[in-house]
């Protein structure tokens, strides 16, 4: 069974850092690329950053870019968000997303994570 | 401006049909060909429900269905079942991001 878990959420403030973890079990991690999207409480869904299975082609909104960094660790089966500079309207639940199949092209998501949430007050 | 363009809200009654409309802002997000569609319940997990346009992935009920004409994207659902009660939304990318559209609220009366 497919599963994502997310970790590492919290609150922070404005101009702080925080890491979100998310593990992945139950398939083959380094054959899928992955993906961070956001929801802020109420409204609707942001995709944040991409990365492809061997980490080396990374993608970012641009609301993010510059401040978020993605990583993965295939070893441990982990995906990685690093938000720095955190502003307000950073404040949403994180999601932990699968790409849909493995032809290396993150563009829609099969499995999603139950998401971590990430407070930053001013 | 989202690049993705969906209705607010739509509504049906049990065991008929509705169709959500998404339409792409410009010719760059790919809705003619890559547009996925993801079904959420209050406090869960989006769940994908249509990816390529009209493919549905194992385990999703065949009154789930998606099309295309021009830049415009659907999902109609059939038979609506109470169950079906749920935000969707629709997505696509360019060649740097993936957008989601704003979301459809379905209300089954």
């Known amino acids: 069974e497919v599963q994502l878990v997310e970790s590492g959420g919290g609150v922070v403030r404005a101009g702080g850092s925080l890491r979100i973890s998310c593990a992945a079990s139950g398939f083959t991690f380094d054959d899928y690329g992955m993906s961070w999207v956001r929801q802020v409480s109420g409204k609707g869904l942001e995709w944040v950053s991409a990365i492809n299975w061997n980490g080396g082609s990374t993608s970012y909104a641009d609301s993010v870019q510059g401040r978020f960094t993605i990583s993965r660790d295939n070893a441990r089966n982990s995906l990685y968000l690093q938000m720095d500079t955190l502003r307000a309207e950073d404040s949403a639940l994180y999601y932990c997303?699968?790409?849909?199949?493995?032809?290396?092209?993150?563009?829609?998501?099969?499995?999603w994570g139950q998401g971590a949430l990430v407070t930053v007050f001013s | 401006q989202s690049a993705l363009t969906q209705p607010a809200s739509v509504s049906g009654s049990p065991g008929q049909s509705i169709t959500i409309s998404c339409t792409g802002a410009s010719s760059d997000v790919r809705v003619y060909n890559s547009v996925s569609w993801y079904q959420q319940h209050p406090d869960k997990a989006p769940k994908l429900m249509i990816y390529d346009v009209s493919n549905r992935p194992s385990g999703v009920s065949n009154r789930f269905s998606g099309s295309n004409s021009g830049n415009t994207a659907s999902l109609t659902i059939s038979g609506l079942q109470a169950e079906d009660e749920a935000d969707y939304y629709c997505?696509?990318?360019?060649?740097?991001?993936?957008?989601f559209g704003g979301g459809t609220k379905l209300t089954v009366l």
């Open positions: 997303a699968r790409a849909g199949d493995t032809s290396g092209y993150v563009y829609y998501f099969d499995y």
């Open positions: 997505s696509s990318y360019t060649s740097t991001n993936i957008f």
